[in-house]
Antibody
């Protein structure tokens, strides 16, 4: 069974930094592109970032470009999101998401339960 | 900027009724569109991908159709557990992914 367990979400001051982690199990982690998707309280879903299977390719939404860095450690089956210069609009539930493979590439076939980041002013 | 628009924002129906949800793209997606269901307090779940293919374990009452810029998710007969928010998502503009704003299906 695929499991994605996020951690690291806390209340942080405006302009501060935070590192989110995601522990993966139940699938071959280094076969898959991984993503972070966030959801502000009471709002819709926003794609944040992706990292390719070997970490060689990363992409970001414009809203986080230059402030967030995605990374992974395949030996530990872990995904990370380093978040710097945090803004109040970064307040959200952050989901670790597995991209599908074979026919479901480009879609999000498994999601963690999320970790809540609150940026306080 | 690539935009997905969903309508209606809210759909009020009774169990057993048919639900028809719409997603419109600002540019052609071919068939590179997915639908997700999110129940309160839960993570989203992939229902449909490539516009019309059901994901693993998804009941047959869920179906998707469309191509280009206009897409539809149909739930043929609503079960109690289907009352939720539904999002469409495009992968046609890789590596930038976009979600629609969602349609809430609530009990009438």
């Amino acid at each position: 069974e695929v499991q994605l367990v996020e951690s690291g979400g806390v209340v942080v001051q405006l302009g501060g930094s935070l590192r989110l982690s995601c522990a993966a199990s139940g699938f071959t982690f280094d076969d898959n592109t991984m993503h972070w998707v966030r959801q502000a309280p009471g709002k819709g879903l926003e794609w944040v970032s992706l990292i390719s299977w070997n970490g060689g390719s990363t992409h970001y939404a414009d809203s986080v470009m230059g402030r967030f860095t995605i990374s992974r450690d395949n030996s530990k089956k872990s995904l990370f999101l380093q978040m710097n210069r945090l803004r109040t609009e970064d307040t959200a539930l952050y989901f670790c998401v597995k991209e599908g493979d074979y026919g479901t590439g480009g879609y999000f076939d498994h999601w963690g339960q999320g970790t809540l980041v609150t940026v306080s002013s | 900027e690539f935009v997905l628009t969903q309508s209606p924002a809210t759909l009020s129906l009774s169990p057993g009724e048919r639900a028809t949800l719409s997603c419109r793209a600002s540019q052609s997606l071919n068939a590179y569109l997915a639908w997700y269901q999110q129940r309160p307090g839960q993570a989203p779940r992939l229902l449909i991908y490539d516009a019309s293919k059901r994901a693993t374990g998804i009941p047959a009452r869920f179906s998707g159709s469309g191509s280009g810029t206009d897409f539809t998710l149909t739930i043929s007969s609503l079960e109690p557990e289907d009352f939720a928010v539904y999002y469409c998502q495009q992968r046609g503009n890789w590596p930038l992914f976009t979600f629609g704003p969602g349609t809430k299906v609530d009990i009438k």
